[in-house]
Every structure is written in C-alpha cells, then in structure tokens.
C-alpha cells in the first residue's frame, strides 16, 4: 500500500455533518485550482444530516490528478471520531493538524505526526467560532503556499452575500491560518511534504463534479425538462438545472413520486420536449413499467441513474456499480435500449449531450448509469467541447395521414408532434398497427417486434467504442467499466512505474458494445475485470456478447469506490 | 375553418358493449369540441387503460394511450411542454382513482389546465366486474363474493378538500347538462375535474342509467361554486348526488408558475439551446 | 400441417364476447369428460367484454390429450367473422355445423364440409334463442354419442339456481340438439369422424385449468393471504382463493395497486402469513422495489406472474413467454431468488405448494411463471397428489436476544414472528447489521452480500431438476420450459410416429438452473430451443450458466401460443 | 409484568439532529405506551424511509423499516394476519403524502385498526430540505428555488373527506396533550390518523417550534367530532391551525371484515391447513 505519490499531497478533511467540510473543501480547492495546481476531491459521507463522520479528500498535484489514492499526507479532523474513522489510510508519513484534544489520546494516531493548532480559539478571538473553518482553510492554503490575494478574494466572493462585516472576518481568518501554516513550517514540525509545481494555465481551468459534468452535458443536449423525486446520489443533477432554469427555458419538477417522473418525462418527449429524468436505482425500479412504455411506444427517453448500493434502501450515500443488470432488462416485453457509463468528466458531458440526439433519432431509452462516487468526485480539466455538439431535434412537420409507427427499411419511423404539421400523433400502449390502433394481430406484432430490432442493429452501428490504452502485446488485459475509469488507470500507471505494462479496456458504452471489443478480448492471454459490485455484472454481458470469460474478476461490494492502491493489490495477484 | 363533429370520426370498430355509457361520452366530447371549434389538430386525448381508457382510439386526433393509472401525468408534461395544446386527460374510475390515486392528488395541486374526464362507472370494466374505488359498500363481485366493505371513494369531496380548481360531476345520460359542464371545464384556466357518471351495462347492475337519473338532481341555480366548505357540504351528500359545477378556485395556473411561457410563449420544440448562455455557465466553473 | 391425429376429434367453437361459448365448453368438457372421454381445451379471447372474435379448441380423444393442435374437426360458428377468423385452421375434413347464414357466402368455408344447424331456431321453439347455446351442446354431444341421461344431469346443476323451468327448457334444448345430431349422422351429412373409444376410469378423473391448479397448490401450500390487483391472465387464481377464502380462512384483498399489493405481501409474511401475489408483466414491473425489499431483508414472498405479450400494455389477453429476465434481474442490488415454470398441470399444483416452503425455509422470493395459455387451458388428470404435501412453516419460538440477521454456517438465520417469543423481529431495507440496524460499514455490507449469496448455493442443491424425456443417443435435444411442454411433447410424438427420434428435456425450473443440465447439454449433438418469445432468453440463461450455445432456436412472438403442427415443421428443420 | 418506558430503550447512536422534533415524538411514544402498558413484544413499529422513517430503529420491539412511501402497506398486512398485535405506522409527510400518498389514500378505506403517525415537517428532513407537500406556497429550497407554487396537501381535510374513521393534528412540542391524543388513537377501534408537526430545525425555517406554538390553538371542549362537513370545515381554517381530535367515525374494522376471525381468533401463524377441506375441494373438479 506504500505508493508514493511524489507529485501529489492528499488531504482529509474529516468531522461530522453539518460541521462544514464542503466549505472548506469548496474553498480550498478553488484557491488551490486558481493558484495553478491540479485538484482533486472526493467525497464520502453518512446518511444524516447532523453528526455522524464524513471525509472529504483532496489531492493537490503537480501533473493531473483525477484518481483516489488511500495516503494521507494531511488529516484535518473536526471531532473525536476523525481519526479512527480514516485509521486505516494512516501511515507514519501522515501529518494530524488539529486541535490536539481531538486526537491525543487516540492509540490510531499515535504513529503520525501531529501538529496541535486550535482552530476554534482562533476564530474565537476573531470574534466566533463559526470562523474556524476558514482558519482551516487558511492553515491548509498556507501549507501548500497558495496565493493570499487569490484566497481573501474567493472569501469576498463567497460571503458577500453576508454582509461585510463577515466577509472581513473571514478574511482575518484565513489570513490567520496563513499565519500559522508559517509558523508550523518554520518551527519545523512537518516533515518535507512532497513539493509541488504550479502551472498558471492550470488556473483558469474549469473545476467540476460528475453531478456538474451530467447536468451541464444535459443542457448542451437540448434538455428543457428535468424531473425527478429526490434521491442521493441523484437529487443533485435536478437541482442543477432546477437552478438554471429560467436561464435555459428548463421546466423543473420535482415530482410526487418516480413513477410520475417517468411518465412525465413521456408526455414531455411526446409533445417535443427534451426531458430528462434523475434517479437512482431504488426510483428506477419504480420506473420500470414506464420503460416498457417507452419501450413500446418508440418514445425517446434519457434517464441519469445514480447508483448507490442496494438492495432497497440499501446505503443511501455509499457506492456501486449494481444496477447494469437492472436497467437492461428492466421492463417486461423486448425493446431496444443504450446504457452509457462515463468514466470521466469529459464524457459525462458529452455522452449525456448525446444521449438525448440518440434517444431522439432512435426513439429509445437512454440510460446514463453513474454512481455515488462519480457524481461526488471532482477535479480540474482544460474545458468542455460544447461548441462542437449539436441539438439534433428529429423531428419532422408531419403531413395529413401520418402515421407514427410507419414500416420503413430502418425500423426508424419519422417522429412528429402535436401541433406541429397536418398529421395526429397518435402512440399507443398496446400492440399497436403502423396508425397506433390496437391490434391483435399476429403478423403485426411480429413485425412491430422485428421493427424495433432493427433499430437495435443499428444502435450497435453507432456504439461509442472502448477506450483502448496500452500496448496490445501486453499480456494482461484490464476491463472496467463507468466510474472505475480514473482509479484504475492510475494503478495501471503505478504498475507501469514498477515495470508492469498492462494494456486497459475501458467501456463508457455498456449497451449495446461496440464489436470492436471482440478482437481485444481475443488477443488478450488474461483478462482481469474489476468492478464495483459482487457479481461482475459487465464480465456477464461480455461473455454472453463475446463468449469470452475473464482470467479473473476484482470484485468490490463493501459500499466504499476502488483505491489506486487497492488495485494495484488486485492487479498485481494476476502478474504473479 | 370551422370543425365539424365528423372531424373526429375514425373508422375503426368500436370495442364497447352495445349500450356502455362510454357511446354517449364519446358523442359528448366530440360535439362539445365541434361547438367550440377546436380541431383535432391542436387537441391531445391521453388516456389510461380500462374501457375509457380505450377513448382515445375511437377519436381522431392526436393520442397517447398510455399505462394504466398514469395518464395525468403524460397528460400534465405536454401542457407543461405546449401550453398551446388542449389536453384532455380521460380514463376510468379504477385507472384514477386506484391505479392513479397518487397522481390524481398531486396533478390538482399543480393546477395544470388540462380537463380530466373520469368515467365513473363504479366498476373495472374491461377486467370483467372487479369493484372499483367508487363501488358502494355491501356490492358483490367475482372477486369481493362477499361484498365490498371499503369505504367509497369520493373524488368529489377529495378534490375540493384538496382545493382543486374546478369540480364537478355529470351523467351521460344527459348530453346537453354535461356538454354545458364540459364547455364551462374547458374554458376554465387550471385543472378541470369532472367525475362522469357513465353506466356500465355488463358489469354493473346497480348504477344503471335509470338509477343514475333517479339518484341524482343538479345543483341549483342559486348555487354558487367559491365556498369551499359548502362545496363539500354537498359533495358529501348521499341521498342523492348531485351535479354540475361543485367548485371553482381560480388561481395561478401550472403554466403560469412554470415561468418560462412569461416572456416567451413558443412552446418547447420551438426553441433552441443558446450556445452563449451555455458558455456563460460553464466559465462560471473556471 | 396436415397431422392426422386419428385418436381425437378436435371441436372450435367460435363466436363473439357475450355469446355464452364459455359456458358451452364448461357443459360439453364436462359432458364429455364424466362419459369416459380424454378431453382437453383451451381458450383464445379478445381483450373485450362483447363483440369481436374469440374461440375454443376442444380435443376428445380415446387416450390422454394435453396438447393443442390446429386441426380442425367440427367448427361451431356463432357469428359471421368466426369461420374466417379460424380460416388457417380449416381443410377439407372440417365440418362446419351451424346457421347456414353465417357462413354459406363466405369463402373460407367453401372447402369444408357445411352442415347447416339452426340453433336459434330450435330454442326459440323451446321458448327463448337464450337456449340456443344449450343446443349446441346438445348437437356435439349428440355427435359425440354421449351420456343423455348425463348431461341431462350437469344441465340441471348448472341451471339449478334459475329455477325449475329454466332447468327443464335447458334440458329440452340439449335433448333437441342430440336429436339433431342423430338426423345428421343418419343422414350422412358427416364423414365419419374418428371413433373414440371411453374408459369408465376417466370419468371420475379431474378437469382443470392452469388457473386452478396454480391456486389449488396454494392452498396445499398452506396459502392463506392473496394480493392482487386485476389483470391478465392472473386475476382468476385470485378470484379462485376469494371465492374459497372462507372455508381456508384466507385474507384476500384487492389493493389498490400493485405497489401496494407486494408491500402487503411483505407485512404478511413478516407476520407469519403464508401470502400469494398474482399478477402479470406490467404489475410485476412496478413490484421491483418491492422485490428488492424482500432480497436485503430475507423475507419469503410468492408471486405467480401469469405472462402475457410486452411491452407495456401489450396484447392484454394473449400469450407470450417474454418476462423470463424481467423476473430474473428486477430489483435493485443482487439477492438469490427462486423461479419456477411449470409445463404440466400436476407441476402446476406441486411447485406452487413447494413454492411456499422454499420461499419459508430460504427465505427468499419464488416466483412461479405462468402464462395466458397455461392459465386458459385444461384436461383432465387423475389426481393432485395432495396427501403427500405438507406445509412447512420454518418458523422458530423466539428467545430474547433474537437477532433476525444472525449470520450462520449456510447464511440461513432462523426466522421468528412477532407475537411468538421473546425476542423481537426486526428488519430493515438499509444494510444491515445481524440485529437489523443501519450500517454503513463494510465488512458487513460484504458478509451480509456474502450470506445471500450461500443461500443461492443452497437453492442451487435443491433445484427441481429438469425433465428429460427420450435417450440420451438420440441426435436432436429439444429443449422447453414452462407452458410449452405438453405441445412440444406432442409434436415429438408425432416426429417420432414419423420414424424420427428426437429427445426432450423440459425445464419447470428456471432459476437457478439444475446441475444436471450440463450432462444433457454436452451429450447433445444438436439442440433446438423452443421459446415463445422473440430473443430466447431461456437459451441465454443456459449459455450464461453451462457455455453451451442452441443449435438453432424456434422463437414464436406474434401473441399466440405453438401447435403441435407448427412444432412439428420447425422441428423438422434440423433433421433434413 | 408492568412495562417500563425504559423497556422500548435501545443502546443505539440516534442519527437525528439535535433539536429535531423527532426526539419530543420518540419520548411521546415510548410514555404512551408505557402508560397504556403495551409491551415491546405485542407492538410492531412500522416505518418508511426518510428521518421520521428512522424511528423504528430508535426504539426497542418489533419493527419493519421499509421502503419509502409504502410502510402503510406493510402495516395493514400485519394486522390483517395477526390483529393481536399493536401495529404503529409511523413515517414522514414527504413518505406518507408524496411517494405513498395512494396508500394513504386507500389504507383509510379498509379502516385497519392500526395508529398511522405522519410527522409532519413540512420538508424532505433526510434528503437535504426540499419541498414536501405539505409546504407553503412561496417556501424557496435548494430544488424550488422560485418557491414553491403547489396547493399545500391538506391531510385532515383529505382524510374527513375520506371517511376515515380517526382524524387528529397534534404538535410535539405539546408532549401532554399529544399523548392523550395518542393514546385515543390507541384506544380507537379502526384507523387512527393523526398528523404530528415536527420541527425539522435543520431545513424548515419557517416552521419552527415558535411557529407552531403561535400559529395552532386546541379545538374547544365543546367540540364534537362526529360531523364530518364540520369537522372538514376546522380542517380548512388556516389562519390559526386547531389541535385535537377532528373527526371519529365508528364503523367495523377492517379486521371485522374479513370475517376469517369471527370464529377463530388465532393469527394465521397458528393456523393449519386442514386437509379434508382441501381433499373435497379437489374432489369437485371430478
Ligand atoms: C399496471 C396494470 N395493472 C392492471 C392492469 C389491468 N387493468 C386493465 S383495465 C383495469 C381496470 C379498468 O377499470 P376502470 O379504470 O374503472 O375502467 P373501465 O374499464 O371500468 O372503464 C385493469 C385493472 C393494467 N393494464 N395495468
Ligand atoms: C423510492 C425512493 N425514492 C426516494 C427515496 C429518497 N428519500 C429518502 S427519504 C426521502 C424524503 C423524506 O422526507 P419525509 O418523508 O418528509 O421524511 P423526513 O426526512 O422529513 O422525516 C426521500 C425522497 C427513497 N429512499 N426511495
Ligand atoms: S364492460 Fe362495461 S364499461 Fe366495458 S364496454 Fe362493456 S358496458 Fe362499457
Ligand atoms: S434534518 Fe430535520 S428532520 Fe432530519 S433529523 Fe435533522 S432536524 Fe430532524
Ligand atoms: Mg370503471
Ligand atoms: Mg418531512
């Protein structure tokens, strides 16, 4: 588990709910992106609103940082429980900076350094101790030698609202961290932290979250209709464009419950909206008959799944990759569908951008699957390609006699809307003629079957390919899929660091699969899957696709996302 | 151009049983339209599922035949998307009031103007005689043998207890009183409720057309629909149902609060993404 | 198509909703059945309550019948569209017997053998055209050369409830018909039909459909909460339990949803209920979350889910076998889960009683999968074995400091009520510890996935093994599951009449799959799957779990089940 | 044996915030029941999900913690197949009004002498404070972030409109007069609704305790809550919100319906399968 991580410092930030971690994280690493340094930040919290331990990490890098890693150069904990709470990514290179009370007497910090400084008194002296936090955020800057100017100007920012007299008193006190941040390096009581390089192109980076990444590739695809029944991890992409809908001409609503969701988002489409539906997988189970809706009414759809770790209630705010099954054969009868999994910002954008042309050309469900920990894992990047996408509407200005489920050679019927055209929109529930009448007709329904898996043929023509990186004489072959993407690669290039060169297969498109695939699955002597959840649900789609079986399967269904270190573990079983 | 009532003719068979009360609605609708003159073209049908659920194909005109108990809120997300459209929400009384139930009280708090006609025939039809919501306590079915004993639902008093917009109740028994109805729903701006008594001739001995007639009376002239407490004081009533016009709430309308219509009243298909604003967004991210 | 099938005459009545055919074939099978004769038949219908067209297929024969063929023997029309609506059933040696008006400008009708029976008229010589229905009976018992006194008998019980005079003018018309059928025997307006020959030991034998031997099993299996909410196929098992809920002392209730319904079925069970659901694709697609619920909290549920053609609404009242993997993987999170799909009416009525005690003992949901046709179809058997069941309750007497979670060598924690002991009974839909409070730790949320998944191992040990019928030399394996049995049986006997051997095996198990599939799968030359479905998805469950791909699949999706004769040319494909 | 309050203890980190309602309600529950002298052994806790969900984990007994929307499901079955035991649904106004409103709906028609508690705090406490339904036109979340334009949901008055056969408001700041409410709930046969306001101090700003203890009153002494229109009528008043017992409407359970215990009270666990019954029932299809 000893990486080194030369390039990089991490830093926790750990305490309870309602204590503020996410504002000292939300500072800090905007000081530190602006400053010119690469950022990373994850979050891991309970299920309360109050008490409780959550940690936030945050990596703080020379070169791009976009992978979670278990070290801890820095723990900031706000309670008791902070540290044993993280004891396990604790080594003798991890510093402890708090108020010592909090940790004196606790045997899991023993072999660290600790560095005593009372956040609270100070603040205390600026007048309350509602200050702390940004006395934190001052000791943390002032370590890693963040710009002051830069600091007191993101204070204005955020506390402008409040009134001045706050907003200087934050200032103070992040001016006072700062302070004591120099007085712990010159009085020597931090061992050499790995140093870092800044790089001012780094500062006018964009610094974004899976949730922005969804939300904003939503908005860039047309959607003007979000819905939603609140639901971690998902509740955040509704309140993104909920907040930028008069901006965007967005209707918002938060809906009575997910089986209204997804039968708004179908009156929406039907009447030419681009409607997005944000859930997770205990909501999406509600939905599933109105997939089948969706399924047999050719009604294009786009829902964003944030999956967390079932079943039921399960863990409300921990990780999984466990509902991939779930949402491709959720709904009875047979119909085509396309499930992404971005496993970077970038694509989230795109791919979600492009669900809805998708889902509007093919006139199918689009399931965007991510997860807990994509939607609450940030980190910067250069940009988004917004000016290269497209809102393909698809839709035509129908003629009198139109009729929506017309046989064409495709299996694509052109798609009208209510008052747009001479024709009526008819769509229909039932098995149903190419006028949307009900029919029990035998030939009929053969051929409305066949016609919707034509569109499935086609769906695998326009499959987004796996992402190959490495060289396709390795011997060993790595698979994941989704979120997995960052961590995994990143133990990969640990592993390359010691002398492994393993090549890498990462999916963002789960369904259909992009043929390509086969050949790397052939070529490969052993195929290892990793995957968050306990079946190996892709390995499955792959062997039935491919027929191919994996060498082996990591396999993680602790509720908790993958560590570069854990991986490098896994990884390394298979070079033995 | 003027709409005629054979604009909403298709030629497709009928499924209902000779005598349904769904024959008199349908001529109901389609002439209630006719007089308005609205087309087929700017209104939309959706329906449930259930022997009124199979309105919408007996109707030309746009359509969504939906799921069972879910068409309010197809029906809500197309006003909300064109407000321009007149959308008709009709279905069963199992398909709204049981299936639908949880929709059927939120879709009234939105106050969407869409109308929603439930055929309230006091049994599940097209499954072959089960009780629904509104059957009366003591009924015997192939499924309650020993006679229902849940309390009715009563979708009148729920509505106005909720502060639905406009409440109401008809019989197709009688065209021109219900047209009159129909007429004042449509016209009304937020959501429109009428509960339609509507027989069903193979499954329902007790609430035939003659019992309809006899059990109920209309509301009085003198009546006036503001005062929420009397209101239900008569949805309440037992003896004898009434009906007509039992409430009306004006208020802001769904799409009113949407707020996107305010300055812009292009429906959503017509607009389009302005690519200036999205790069505004994502540089407040830098 | 042309099969001979000279043991049995296969008899249609067709006609419109409303028309009373029902209650012809109740009174004919009957009839027919208790004078000795092997009866079989099934129903097709239109999702209507009158009008259209629907119709009966009645087999006697001398031997056992169980299966559906399309010959046509005797057609009863009783409307105009009903000999077109039957037309590919008809050949040269089908007699129509009818009202010349509703057939003889018809040109369907031109090949067959038209005997013109006005049924109305007779009854209403009797007195009223109501009786017309009672004639028909007469006239194809008549030809039948059934019991009089007999039938004469089952009238009287039948119309017993409507007084003396309806009874005797009932009895009347059947007399008038059989005397009807003698004229036109004598009169040589038939060619000879085939001649049946009855056994006295048949008589006494049961007739039933897939309906009743599902619930029966329920109540052998100790059933006593059932939950629906009506739809097709499924209501008629509900409304069976209703009709005899008092004598069983079972609650039965019609929810309001089907949401609610498997919610019911949840508090039931945890109570210490024996509970039933029935429902069909669509309500089961809205019963996932629930579903999930029972996975993490190990609570036994059955659901009978009566198949029908998707998506959504579909064709409400045909057939299909296309909620295979909808059953399979609904639900969020991965938990083990029992399905079963019997093919025979005695499996119908044993799995459903087993049903209870493995779901009781495992704790876990089974599923049994039915169908439109399954439920709509009957013969006679000549017993359920009834005695040799019994109910195993698997239910312990508490003691305090119960823990409903408590982890055990085979993941299998005793199961105590509330009410019964000291201890409590507390469950939980988050993860859970083994007192069945919320955790969010780890190693639990992985041992607790971990003793799910002991109990799958388990389920795989006591899985129902399939069904193998012919020798293992033989080149062609078919291979079926559920309802499709007795017709894939008998298109193999009739290859087999043909010189030709094929081997059968037939799963009434379809999860977890018996080990001893593999044995058959590898011996097997060629293997032709037979699904009623569009994409085969019993052939990818078998392909998942023993790598074995079908050498060729018949799938049938247009809404209607397979004939013996359609079998037979399919079948007949991979012995060229 | 003599129940102590201490007996419905668990030695359990209660994951509330401090100063939430739920911790006066989870006190009420626990004295209540220890007046009555209810054991832990014969109450079932039945709970959804959400913060009020939680508190079938904060107290010593049986207890289902469910899904979300659907514990009053849950609860119903339960008593059906045991109606010994005390059954107590208990959850949230987001739970209860929103996702399981159906439920809420139709569980009053049955009439299942279950105690349903809805703490009501007028927010989604669990989910990080957006609007439930019964929130005030205007309140802005993190999600309504134009305020919320719905019609609040008026349970007491969807619940007399209903029918139901016990209908109260209570607050838990008043913990003396909550508990007499309760423990008439308890002591009713059939339903017993009662909507508790409950602070949520984290994400209701507006409804705090102040606010409630200045903005409801007790219905008077001389009240009587067997008029439903009346008793509809105090449930609309909204300038001053009334406390009490609104409606009571005797009527046979739900237990009492299905008549399977009118001879034999034995729960169904108890029950056997009697063979003979099932051997003749066989033998009729001979
Ligand atoms: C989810 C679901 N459950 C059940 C059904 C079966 N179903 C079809 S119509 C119907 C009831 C119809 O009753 P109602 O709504 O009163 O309409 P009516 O036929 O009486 O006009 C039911 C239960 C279904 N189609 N979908
Ligand atoms: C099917 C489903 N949808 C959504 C959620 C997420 N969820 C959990 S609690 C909650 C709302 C809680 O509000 P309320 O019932 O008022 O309880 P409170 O927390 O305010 O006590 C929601 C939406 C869920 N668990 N399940
Ligand atoms: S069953 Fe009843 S509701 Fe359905 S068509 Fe016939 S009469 Fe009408
Ligand atoms: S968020 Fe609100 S309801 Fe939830 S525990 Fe905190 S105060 Fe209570
Ligand atoms: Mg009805
Ligand atoms: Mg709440």
Redesign the interface.
């Known amino acids: 588990m000893a990486i080194e991580f030369s390039d990089s410092i991490s830093i926790v930030l750990c305490g309870a709910a309602g204590q503020g971690i996410a504002t000292v994280e939300t500072l800090l690493t905007s000081a530190l992106k602006k400053s010119g340094f690469h950022v990373f930040s994850t979050q891991e919290f309970m299920s309360r609103v109050r008490g409780g331990t959550n940690s936030t990490t945050i990596r703080v890098s020379t070169n791009r940082v976009q992978s979670y890693c278990e070290k801890i150069d820095i723990l900031v904990p706000f309670t008791r429980e902070a540290v044993s709470h993280v004891k396990n990514r604790l080594s003798s290179i991890s510093c402890i900076i708090g108020n010592k009370k909090l940790f004196e007497s606790n045997s899991d910090a023993q072999s660290c350094i600790l560095v005593d400084v009372n956040y609270e008194a100070v603040a205390e002296e600026i007048g309350h101790r509602v200050y702390s936090n940004s006395v934190a955020v001052g000791v943390l800057a002032g370590l890693l030698q963040t710009d002051r100017q830069l600091i007191a100007g993101l204070m204005a920012d955020r506390f402008q609202s409040k009134g001045e007299k706050i907003v200087n008193n934050n200032i103070e006190a992040v001016k006072r961290g700062c302070d004591l941040a120099d007085e712990i390096m010159s009085s020597n009581q931090l061992p050499p932290l790995p140093s870092l390089i800044n790089q001012p192109s780094v500062s006018s980076e964009l610094y974004l979250s899976g949730r922005d990444a969804v939300a904003l590739g939503a908005i860039a695809g047309g959607c003007n209709y979000v819905i939603f029944y609140p639901m971690a991890p998902s509740t955040g992409v509704g309140a993104f464009l909920a907040r930028n809908r008069l901006k965007f001409g967005i209707v918002s609503d938060q809906t009575e419950d997910e089986i209204s969701a997804i039968n708004k988002a179908f009156g929406a489409w039907y009447a030419g909206a681009r409607a997005l539906v944000t859930t997770s997988g205990g909501g999406f189970a509600l939905m599933t008959e109105g997939l089948s809706l969706a399924g047999v009414t050719e009604m294009p759809l786009i829902i964003h799944l944030g999956q967390r770790p079932g079943p039921a209630t399960g863990m409300p705010t921990r990780t999984e990759q466990g509902d991939l099954e779930l949402v491709l054969y959720s709904g009875h009868g047979d119909f085509p569908r396309v499930i992404y999994a971005p496993g970077t910002l970038k694509e989230a954008f795109l791919m979600t951008q492009q669900a809805f042309n998708i889902a509007a050309k093919y006139q199918v469900p689009v399931i965007i699957l991510t997860d807990h920990y994509f939607i609450n894992t940030s980190y910067n990047l250069p940009s988004l390609d917004y000016e290269n996408t497209i809102v393909e509407k698809h839709l035509i200005e129908t003629q009198s006699g139109y009729q929506r489920y017309q046989f064409t050679e495709d299996g694509i019927s052109p798609r009208g809307i209510p008052g747009r055209g001479e024709g009526f929109i008819r769509v229909d529930s039932h098995t149903h003629t190419q006028n949307s009448q009900i029919t029990e007709d035998p030939v009929i329904r053969k051929n409305m079957v066949d016609k919707m898996f034509k569109k499935l043929q086609q769906l695998k023509e326009v499959a987004i390919k796996p992402n190959f990186l490495g060289n396709s004489e390795d011997e060993v072959l790595v698979i994941s899929w989704g979120s997995t993407f960052h961590n995994v690669k990143g133990a990969i290039t640990e592993l390359g660091k010691k002398g492994h060169s393993l090549s890498y297969l990462h999916f963002s498109q789960v369904y259909p699969i992009h043929r390509s695939t086969s050949d790397y699955l052939k070529k490969a002597k052993k195929i290892v899957m990793v995957e968050n959840n306990a079946t190996g649900q892709f390995a499955q789609q792959l062997y039935l696709e491919f027929g191919i079986k994996m060498t082996r399967k990591v396999l993680k269904y602790t509720g908790y996302p993958f560590s570069i270190e854990e991986l490098v573990k896994e990884l390394e079983k298979e070079l033995k | 151009m003027m709409v005629n009532s054979s604009d909403f003719d298709r030629e497709?068979?009928v499924?209902?049983?000779?005598g349904c009360g769904n024959y008199p609605a349908l001529k109901i609708l389609k002439e209630t339209l006719t007089d308005l003159n609205i087309t087929?073209?700017?209104a939309?049908i959706?329906t449930g599922?259930g022997?009124a659920g199979?309105f919408?194909?007996f109707i030309?005109?746009?359509?969504?035949?939906?799921?069972?108990?879910?068409?309010l809120?197809?029906?809500?997300?197309?006003k909300?998307?064109?407000p321009?459209?007149s959308v008709f929400a009709i279905s069963g009384d199992g398909c709204t009031y049981?299936?639908g139930?949880?929709?059927f009280?939120?879709t009234?708090?939105?106050?969407p103007s869409i109308v929603n006609i439930v055929h309230d025939n006091a049994v599940?039809?097209?499954?072959?005689g089960?009780?629904s919501?509104t059957s009366e306590i003591g009924v015997k079915t192939?499924?309650?043998?020993?006679g229902v004993?849940?309390?009715?639902?009563?979708p009148i008093?729920?509505a106005?207890?909720?502060?639905a917009s406009f409440v109401a109740r008809a019989f197709v028994g009688h065209a021109e009183q219900t047209k009159e109805i129909l007429k004042k729903a449509i016209a009304h701006k937020g959501y429109a409720f009428i509960d339609l008594f509507s027989p069903c001739v193979?499954?329902n001995r007790i609430n035939t057309y003659q019992w309809y007639r006899e059990n109920t009376y209309y509301l009085e002239d003198s009546y006036t629909p503001f005062d929420?407490?009397e209101a239900?004081?008569r949805?309440?009533e037992r003896s004898k149902l009434p009906l007509g016009v039992f409430y009306i709430n004006e208020?802001?309308t769904?799409e009113d609060?949407?707020?996107?219509y305010k300055n812009?009243s292009r429906?959503?298909?017509e607009?389009?993404?302005?690519?200036e604003?999205?790069?505004t967004?994502?540089n407040s991210?830098?």
Chains 1, 3 share one sequence.
């Open positions: 497709v068979e499924h209902w049983c000779p087929p073209n700017n939309v959706v599922i022997q199979k919408s194909h030309e005109g746009n359509m969504i035949n939906g799921l069972h108990g879910r068409y809120s197809n029906a809500l997300a197309i909300a998307s064109n321009e459209l049981s299936e139930g949880n929709h009280l939120h009234m708090r939105y106050n599940y039809g097209l499954t072959k089960q009780a919501p192939g499924v309650q043998t020993l004993y849940n309390t009715p639902f009563n008093a729920v106005i207890a909720q502060n193979s499954f929420q407490k239900i004081g949805a309440l208020r802001p769904y609060n949407i707020q996107i812009d429906p959503l298909w607009r389009d993404l302005s690519k604003k999205l790069k967004l994502i991210f830098r």
